[in-house]
């Protein structure tokens, strides 16, 4: 049974940083490519960053480049998201997603697996 765990989210000011965590089983996590997405209320969910099974392959929306980065550690089955000089429009809740053999990191229905995800709420 595959499992995404995130953690990580919290409430944090503008212009602060958080390091979101999605911790995978079940699933040959090397083999994967994984996905950010975020939805906030109101709105629909939409892409955020990617990395695939090749790390030298990162993918990001315009709204979150140069701020935010994505890494993995295949050792741990984990993979990150380093937030930085967040705004309040990056409020949201974030959720990870796991896929193989798409070349299309940002649709979201080429991802198998999803996570429950994880809040974050940047205040003013």
């Known amino acids: 049974q595959v499992q995404l765990v995130e953690s990580g989210g919290g409430l944090v000011q503008a212009g602060g940083s958080l390091r979101l965590s999605c911790a995978a089983s079940?699933?040959?996590?090397?083999?994967?490519?994984m996905g950010w997405f975020r939805q906030a209320p109101g709105k629909e969910r939409e892409f955020v960053a990617a990395?695939?099974?090749?790390?030298?392959?990162?993918y990001y929306a315009d709204s979150v480049k140069g701020r935010f980065s994505i890494s993995r550690d295949n050792a741990k089955n984990t993979v990150y998201l380093l937030m930085t000089s967040l705004k309040p429009e990056d409020t949201a809740a974030y959720y990870c997603?796991?896929?193989?053999?798409?070349?299309?990191?940002?649709?979201?229905?080429?991802?198998?697996?999803w996570g429950q995800g994880t809040q974050v709420t940047v205040s003013p």
């Open positions: 079940g699933l040959s996590f090397s083999t994967y490519n």
């Open positions: 990395i695939g099974w090749n790390p030298d392959n990162r």
């Open positions: 997603a796991a896929e193989r053999g798409s070349d299309y990191y940002s649709v979201q229905r080429e991802y198998d697996f």
